[in-house]
């Protein structure tokens, strides 16, 4: 095997690899995960609240 054999199969990896975080991320399981994360700047947060 040369060297372009090992850079086409590292390219196929890459690229199912790819998909494969695509499908993660946008699935419908990690919707409300995302969107709790999303709400977090917004949340009321008392350790970064200076001393009263």
């Known amino acids: 095997m040369d060297a372009g054999t090992w850079r086409g199969i590292f ?6 690899l790819f ?5 993660w991320a946008f699935s419908g ?5 995302f969107e ?3 709400r ?4 009321e947060d008392d350790q970064n609240r ?3």
Do not use: G, N, Q
């Open 50 to 52: 200076p001393p009263a």
């Open 11 to 16: 390219t196929v990896l890459m690229l199912l």
């Open 19 to 23: 998909v494969a975080v695509c499908i």
């Open 36 to 38: 709790e994360a999303s």
């Open 40 to 43: 977090l700047p917004l949340d």
């Open 29 to 33: 399981r990690r919707k409300t995960d």
